[in-house]
């Protein structure tokens, strides 16, 4: 018994559709985002006042 090429159409081992890549694009921008966030929580007090200093000159 033999896998044949016409028997994976239109099933989900077929190569991914555009559904199939923006749900994991969306997801990794989510997972970036959220990983900025907690870094951004997370900063320490003088990396935050440098920045400050910066914007303001």
């Given amino acids: ?3 044949h090429c016409d028997n994976l159409d ?3 081992f ?3 559709r ?3 890549w923006i749900i ?4 990794g921008l989510f997972l970036v985002l ?5 870094a951004m ?5 003088p990396f935050i006042a ?5 914007i303001l000159r």
Wanted: net charge positive; proline share 6%.
């Fill in 1 to 3: 018994m033999s896998l």
């Fill in 10 to 12: 239109d099933t989900p």
């Fill in 14 to 16: 077929r190569f991914p």
């Fill in 18 to 20: 555009t559904g199939f």
């Fill in 24 to 27: 994991h694009i969306l997801g």
């Fill in 34 to 38: 959220l990983g900025m966030r907690l």
């Fill in 41 to 45: 929580r997370r900063m320490s007090l």
């Fill in 50 to 54: 440098y920045r400050l200093f910066k």
